[in-house]
């Protein structure tokens, strides 16, 4: 039983959690001295033990393994009296079978939150309790054992996801002496998407073959051009180089990659989030920049807008940003000056 709580034999656990976080710190504090290190996975549904977490989190509270730290839950103001709803589901995707080509079906798997947001005040309440807003929902990340200590090594946090253009805040709730601080920023709208619907979530599945199209278009059409005609102008020669590279990056593989297809990646810089408390900004602002120890994680809609939103998410991570691109791993850099090596000996080549 005590075994079920920390090592569930489905997958998942805290204890799984507070290893893999700290093993990859721990790994990287050793074997990547560079200035900016790579990013770091903190929830990804293409992981089994991120998967067994959330469908644990799926299951009536009566068949839950349970746990000290708290799983994936959602929250909206029906605990205040109000009328908004929401609940979460998760989507399997489907991974592709051998090369990834416009025949095969690809779709990542992700997390689906979606509800109904109404601003309406429940009279009981408001006379009850002094209410005098209501229209809010959240959901929220399981807990990190005593925390994912990030320090000073991280500069942002990764979201790939897909909205419906409303505004979403992001909360980190982290290690402090005050357990009522919350550092919050935020998604903004783009006013461009439209509510998720069934069938839109099935079209994932040919946003992603257009994907890998495309993704096997530009490697073969690059690589052709690299080898037909000697590149002479300094300009082209760094473009081209940038392209080949791009095409055969694996982050922008339509499954595996960050984003996958039919998703999006938003980067928010850790100072760029504001204090709040309860809700409500703090007159005192304190940076989120020199000791990030996040607990967990959370998305809060509250745009004061009634109607049905969706939000999907398929990966959270801590990254660093450098000319505008997110570092990637020491495996990442040594590929990269392998395809550059060889772009080279075949610019020499041509000239010859």
């Known amino acids: 039983m005590v075994r079920q709580l920390f090592?569930?034999?489905?997958g998942g656990g805290s204890l799984r959690r507070f290893l893999a976080i700290r093993q990859h710190l721990f790994r990287d504090?050793?074997?990547?001295?560079?200035?900016?290190?790579?990013?770091?996975?903190?929830?990804?549904?293409?992981?089994?033990?991120?998967?067994?977490?959330?469908?644990?989190?799926?299951?009536?509270?009566?068949?839950r393994w349970g746990g000290i730290f708290s799983g994936w839950r959602v929250s909206d103001d029906s605990v205040i009296g109000g009328f908004s709803s929401s609940l979460?589901?998760?989507?399997?995707?489907?991974?592709?079978?051998?090369?990834?080509?416009?025949?095969?079906?690809?779709?990542?798997?992700?997390?689906?939150?979606?509800?109904?947001l109404n601003t309406e005040i429940n009279r009981h309440s408001q006379l009850a309790r002094n209410i005098t807003r209501s229209g809010f929902a959240a959901i929220f990340t399981p807990e990190f054992p005593l925390g994912a200590p990030l320090g000073n090594k991280y500069k942002a946090l990764e979201i790939c996801c897909r909205t419906d253009g409303r505004t979403y805040a992001v909360n980190l709730k982290v290690e402090s002496y005050f357990p009522e601080d919350m550092y919050q920023g935020f998604?903004?709208?783009?006013?461009?998407?439209t509510i998720i619907t069934d069938k839109a979530a099935d079209n994932i599945l040919t946003d992603a073959d257009d994907n890998a199209k495309t993704h096997e278009n530009t490697?073969?059409?690059?690589?052709?051009?690299?080898?037909?005609?000697?590149?002479?102008?300094v300009r082209e020669h760094l473009k081209t180089r940038q392209q080949i590279i791009s095409s055969k990056d694996p982050n922008n593989h339509p499954y595996h990659g960050h984003p996958p297809a039919g998703f999006q990646r938003l980067?928010?810089?850790?100072?760029?989030?504001?204090?709040?408390?309860?809700?409500?900004?703090?007159?005192?602002?304190?940076?989120?920049?020199?000791?990030?120890?996040?607990?967990?994680?959370?998305?809060?809609?509250?745009?004061?807008?009634?109607?049905?939103?969706?939000?999907?998410l398929v990966s959270l991570r801590a990254v660093n940003i450098m000319g505008g691109e997110v570092v990637g791993t020491k495996e990442d850099d040594a590929r990269e000056e392998e395809i550059a090596t060889h772009f080279?000996?075949?610019?020499?080549?041509?000239?010859?």
């Open 7 to 10: 090592l569930p034999a489905e």
């Open 29 to 63: 504090k050793w074997q990547d001295d560079r200035p900016y290190r790579g990013p770091i996975t903190l929830f990804d549904f293409r992981r089994p033990n991120d998967v067994a977490d959330l469908r644990e989190s799926l299951l009536p509270a009566k068949r």
């Open 88 to 116: 979460m589901e998760f989507n399997e995707g489907q991974e592709p079978k051998g090369e990834v080509n416009n025949n095969n079906t690809i779709a990542p798997p992700f997390l689906r939150w979606s509800g109904k």
């Open 187 to 193: 998604i903004s709208g783009t006013g461009q998407n």
């Open 219 to 233: 490697q073969t059409s690059v690589d052709e051009a690299a080898e037909e005609q000697p590149i002479l102008d």
């Open 267 to 312: 980067i928010l810089p850790f100072k760029d989030f504001a204090l709040t408390s309860r809700g409500r900004m703090r007159y005192t602002q304190r940076d989120l920049d020199g000791s990030v120890n996040i607990e967990s994680i959370g998305f809060t809609l509250m745009d004061a807008n009634d109607g049905d939103f969706c939000f999907d």
């Open 344 to 352: 080279n000996q075949q610019r020499s080549k041509n000239e010859d």
